[in-house]
C-alpha cells in the first residue's frame, strides 16, 4: 500500500483482525443447510477496487450505497448490479441519504470532508469541510441535520441537507470528549454516539448540539455497533473488549441487559430482531423477550470479514460486505484477493 497515513477505518479493521488473526488463516463458509430464524440466501460477487466500510441501504428505491475507499458504489440490492459509482474520495466511511433534500452524504476521513451527490443522478455537487477522520453518519428527523461523527478529532459535526455549497458551511462542531465510533438518533430531539476510547455512550441535544450526558457501557468495552429500537427506547451497543451486545436505556442509559457475541464486532442493527456482525465470520441473531433482556436465537454462519451489515426494513434482508482474503503471516492483517469483493445477503427463512 502506497498511503503511509494509517486513518480510522484501517485501524478499526486491524483491531478487529488482530483478535481473531489464527482464525483468519483458513477462510470461512457459510454452514450448508443451516436452519433458523435466517440463512444466507445470495452473494452478489461485486469485485470492484477498494476496501469498505458502512453499507447503506436505500429501502425506497431498493438500493445499496458501499463506500469503497476512493468512490462510493451503488447497487441494485435486488441483482448486486452496479447502478452508478461516485468518484471523488480519498478514503470514505458512510453515507446518509436524505430523499426529501434530494441529495446524499459521502463521509472522507482521510479528506476531512462530506461529499454531496444528487440522489437521482449520482453526480457530485461538491464537498463540505468536516474534521479529522470523518466516520459515521446519519440523518437525525428531529434536528432535520445530517449528523457526522469524527474519531480523531473528537467532534461530531451538524451539516444543514440543503446547504448551499457554494457559499455555506456546516454548523459548529458538538465536542464530545472522546472518540466517536457510531450513532443513532430517536427522532426526538436526542443523539447518542459510541465512543469506543471511553467505554461511554455520549448524549446529544440536538435542539442545543449540546452533549449532556455520558454513559459507561460496562459490561462492555470498546463500543462500535449502535442501533436503537426507537419504539421501546433500547440502545443495542456492539463491543469488542470484552465481545459483548449491551443493551441501554435510551431514558437514562441504565444498562438492561447483554450477551456474549463472536470477534471483530463492527455493527449492530435492530428490525424486528437485533442483529451483530462480526469478522470471525458469525452473525448473532438476538431476540427481546422481555423489558431489556435479550436471548441468542442463532448464530448465523458467514463469511470471514463480514464486520459491517445494512438493513432493509421493508425486507428484513441483511447486507455484509466482505472479500475473499489471503492468508495472514503471524500478526499480519490478510489482504483481500483482488476482485473478490462481495455482499452476503441475510434473508427471514420466513416472513
Known amino acids: 500500500m502506497k498511503k503511509t497515513k494509517i486513518t480510522h477505518a484501517i485501524l478499526r479493521f486491524s483491531l478487529a483482525v488482530l483478535s481473531m488473526s489464527c482464525a483468519w488463516a483458513q ?12 440463512h444466507v440466501s445470495q452473494t452478489f460477487h461485486v469485485g470492484g477496487e477498494g476496501a ?17 475507499s476512493t468512490h462510493t458504489m451503488v447497487l441494485d440490492a435486488k441483482t448486486g448490479k452496479t447502478v452508478a459509482d461516485i468518484p471523488g474520495q480519498k478514503r ?30 449520482y453526480a457530485v455537487l461538491g464537498k463540505v469541510k468536516t474534521a479529522e477522520d470523518s466516520d459515521g453518519v446519519i440523518y437525525d428527523s428531529a ?4 449528523l457526522v461523527v469524527c474519531g480523531d478529532a473528537g467532534v461530531m459535526i451538524p451539516i444543514s441537507p440543503d446547504l448551499d455549497l457554494a457559499t455555506g458551511k456546516a454548523d459548529a462542531a458538538v465536542e464530545l470528549g472522546g472518540k466517536p465510533e457510531f450513532l443513532a438518533a430517536d427522532g426526538q430531539g436526542k443523539a447518542y454516539i459510541n465512543l469506543v476510547d471511553k467505554d461511554q455512550v455520549a448524549v446529544v441535544d ?37 465481545q459483548r451486545l449491551v443493551v441501554l436505556s435510551a ?17 449492530t442493527k435492530f428490525d424486528r430482531d437485533v442483529f451483530a456482525s462480526c469478522g470471525d465470520g458469525t452473525l448473532t441473531v438476538a431476540r427481546q423477550t422481555a423489558p431489556g433482556a ?5 448464530t448465523v454462519h458467514t463469511p470471514r470479514g463480514a464486520r459491517t451489515m445494512g438493513s432493509d426494513p421493508t ?25 473478490s469483493f462481495m455482499i452476503v445477503v441475510v434473508s427471514p427463512s420466513r416472513n
Open 27 to 38: 477462510p470461512s463458509k457459510p454452514t450448508p443447510g443451516e436452519t433458523g430464524p435466517y
Open 52 to 68: 469498505w466500510d458502512y453499507l447503506t441501504v436505500d429501502p425506497e428505491d431498493q438500493l445499496l450505497f458501499v463506500p469503497r
Open 92 to 121: 470514505n466511511h458512510g453515507v446518509a441519504i436524505v430523499p426529501s433534500a434530494r441529495r446524499g452524504f459521502i463521509t472522507d476521513g482521510e479528506d476531512a470532508s462530506v461529499t454531496v451527490f444528487e440522489l437521482k443522478t
Open 143 to 146: 434536528s432535520g441535520k445530517v
Open 206 to 242: 440536538t435542539s442545543t448540539m449540546k452533549c449532556v450526558n455520558k454513559w459507561p457501557t460496562s459490561p462492555g468495552g470498546s463500543p462500535v455497533g449502535m442501533s436503537m429500537d426507537v419504539a421501546r427506547r433500547r440502545l443495542f451497543i456492539g463491543c469488542r473488549k470484552p
Open 251 to 267: 431514558d437514562d442509559g441504565k444498562v438492561l441487559g447483554d450477551l456474549p457475541i463472536g470477534a471483530g464486532v463492527d455493527a
Open 294 to 298: 435479550l436471548q441468542v436465537v442463532q
Open 315 to 339: 425486507t428484513h434482508m441483511l447486507y455484509l460486505p466482505t472479500a475473499e482474503f489471503e492468508p495472514g503471516e503471524g500478526q499480519s492483517r490478510p489482504r483481500p484477493r483482488p476482485g
